[in-house]
């Protein structure tokens, strides 16, 4: 019998990413792309049987950064063990290009510092074989992996490419310095770019605690940039904005690039765990930006913002404790040896933090530091925080914490789950989400190696808010909607995440009822010996890229039909 398709994935529940009514059936591929939808009779050279199981779009994760993972590997995990197809990079206004060599280890700098990825990794695992970004993105476009790839260009390596030391050191930029960054920012859409991307956060430093070279950039640099956009028509802003000052003064940065450039922007938007619920607002902001003729995109984590915690990753509670400084250099094994020995215990329990980078600190917000578990609980019950505990042992959250990782052999992590846990529930995160301008994003896939793995939310969002929901529920049709069509979208990659007839195959299988996260655990697969947290999920049948198999229950295939993706 002839085999009229090259893959056939047979009865499934279908989700299409539209957002409409689920359907059981039949998707047939042919030439990496569907060829048809329904109950088909035709056969397929190779079928997968979806029976019981759901079928979606590909997910976009928008807020990655692969900048360095996508030159040095083939797998973009843990996004790719996630249903993720296409990852957005060079979020946050840092990457790796343009960059003159005598640059390279400023940027190595600024990415350490902002992403958490080693110096030592990037140094060993780049080849600096670019100078400007269309050369970037055609090294991008030479190399081999299993998902899609696009990427803005970054503000930190621009910016210091126009404008040299003066750039480096936050001095402003004068006509011919704005003019040669429009200039740069058109060229790089032309080539390929999806958008440009920025950061103003304060806590965003260098590795060795200085600002980064975009902190504080006036608005008329980035409407200049952005004009760069809308000379080349295409593009998205890409902003993270310092909350602390205020989104009244901050979310003028969005409304004022819209404006002038006509371009969309995407930003990042969060709840506090306690006080005002300054989000409300920030909503009512978006809507009026959209309902005035602009475009305007939040990306919330699905669950709390945080930090992964414990003696072998970048922080733990008691790393800028003075008497830490004696065991740091050591061995797990001997720091928890030298950790049992009372009088250290007495010191480090009772010394508080001296100054280091800001990330450091995060780890001691006793009453948002929770134990992480197998499997990881990210919606724990306050009483289970460190202060709650300490409360209900009538001892100070130091001890529990010490406790904790005396008892598990230094092996040990915490949750510090730092916003969008507002009163300890997902409330105010279900809330975002359900907004028609919000999408899920903040997974940072391919940084913070050694403090945050949250590239995996696609699936927390699918098992917490749709199969074991609590207060807060999403139906499935929407849920995928908010990781494929919807996410596309808010980037410019309009004709992705949607399961239609002539659409690009990339495809999930998915057994929702065992869909499971396990905990975080440390990999050491980096250039030059590095470390990184990486999460695992079981429940992923198959994840398809172009028609080809690249996942298949939960491990790699070995296919590598992952591009570039030049512009929206």
Known sequence: MTKEYDLVIRGGTIADGSGGDLMDGDIAINDGKIAAIGQLSGQGREEIDASGKIVTPGFIDVHTHYDGQCIWAEELSPSSSHGVTTAIMGNCGVGFAPCRKEDHDMLINVMEGVEDIPGVVMADGLPWNWETF???LDTVDKGKRDIDIAAYLP?????????????ASREPANDDDLAKMRTLAREAMEAGAIGFATSRLSIHKTADGGAIPTFEADVAELEAICGGMKDAGTGTFQVVLDAFVGWDKEYQVIERVVESSGRPATFTLASGNDGPPRW?????MIENTNANGGKATAQIMPRPIGLIAGLELTVHPFILCPSWAKIADLPIDEQVKAMRDPELRAALISEDFEEGHPFNALARDWNWLFPLDNPPDYAPPKEMSMAGQAAAKGCTPQEIAYDRLLETEGKGLFLAALGNYENGTLASAHKMLSHPHCIPGLGDGGAHYGAICDASYSTY??????????PERFELAEAVHMLSHKAAK??????RGLLKPGAKADINVIDLE???LHLPEIVRDLPAGGQRLHQRATGYDATIVSGEIIRRFDQSTGARPGKLVRGA
């Not at 503000?155 to 750039?167: E, K």
């Not at 969002?461 to 609590?470: A, M």
């Not at 808010?490 to 004709?495: P, Q, R």
């Open 134 to 136: 269309p050369e970037y």
């Open 155 to 167: 503000h930190s390596p621009l910016r210091v490419y126009a404008m040299g030391a003066r750039g």
């Open 280 to 284: 409300r607002k920030v909503l009512d």
């Open 461 to 470: 969002l699918l098992t917490q808010y749709v199969r074991n929901p609590g």
């Open 490 to 495: 808010a980037v410019g990659l309009n004709e």
């Open 514 to 516: 065992k869909l499971q």
